[in-house]
């Protein structure tokens, strides 16, 4: 079992705005990075750190911890932003890292 | 630009042992501070991260593939190197190598290779 969790999948309206979530114990002291996955392709940074964004990454995408929970926020959703998107921090032992599970995002 | 490329083969019987190799530019990894993980993925399942190498050779494992997995690195060629012993069919999964970078309490994975399929089927 993943020592991140995530809500298997979210959906949001177009032009909305949505947070997708992340849990786990290491987020208390380490911060998640977030990683957008379209079918057949690999995935891709969005956030790292804090919150940043890498270069050309929309500025709609932001990230936010708290306590042992990462969010990413999409706002203003696009039908290009319908995705797998995953978190990663370390794990329990500090030096291995960790994948949660994933979320599917639909945008109607 | 930062690019890596996965080589290895398609096909593996079980018990088999894969190798995997990963041919990077950009960066070196005889610098301080870079290092090279492998991530791999079951068909339609989520990301597992498996192993890391550093500039500094050190090397980390996944908890549950420890006893199967190894990473090495010739800088000089710039790749790095991941073998895992005796193949099994739920190995059967697309493996990925990327880049990774810390921060302030922090690490990350960018950029991504394009990943290659490794299916073990007799």
């Known amino acids: 079992s993943s020592e991140l969790t995530q809500d298997p999948a979210v959906s949001v309206a177009l032009g909305q705005t949505v947070r997708i979530t992340c849990q786990g114990d290491?987020?208390?002291?380490?911060?998640a990075s977030w990683y957008q996955q379209k079918p057949g392709q690999a995935p891709v940074l969005v956030i790292y750190g804090k919150n940043n964004r890498p270069s050309g990454i929309p500025d709609r995408f932001s990230g936010s911890s708290s306590g042992n929970t990462a969010s990413l926020t999409i706002t203003g959703a696009q039908a290009e932003d319908e995705a797998d998107y995953y978190c990663n921090s370390r794990d329990s032992s500090g030096t291995n890292r960790v994948f949660g599970g994933g979320t599917k995002l639909t945008v109607l | 630009q930062v690019t890596l490329r996965e080589s290895g083969p398609a096909l593996v019987k079980p018990t088999q042992t894969l190798t995997l190799t990963c041919t990077f530019s950009g960066f070196s990894l005889s610098t301080s501070g870079m290092c090279v993980s492998w991530i791999r993925q079951p068909p339609g399942k989520a990301l597992e991260w498996l192993a890391r190498i550093d500039w500094d050779d050190d090397k980390y494992y996944s908890t549950s593939l420890k006893t199967r997995l190894t990473i090495s690195k010739d800088t000089s060629k710039n790749q790095v190197v991941l073998t895992m012993t005796n193949m099994d069919p739920v190995d059967t999964a697309t493996y990925y190598c990327?880049?990774?970078?810390?921060?302030?309490?922090?690490?990350?994975?960018?950029?991504w290779g394009q990943g290659t399929l490794v299916t073990v089927s007799s």
């Open positions: 990327a880049r990774m970078e810390y921060g302030p309490s922090s690490s990350w994975f960018d950029p």
């Open positions: 290491s987020l208390r002291s380490y911060y």
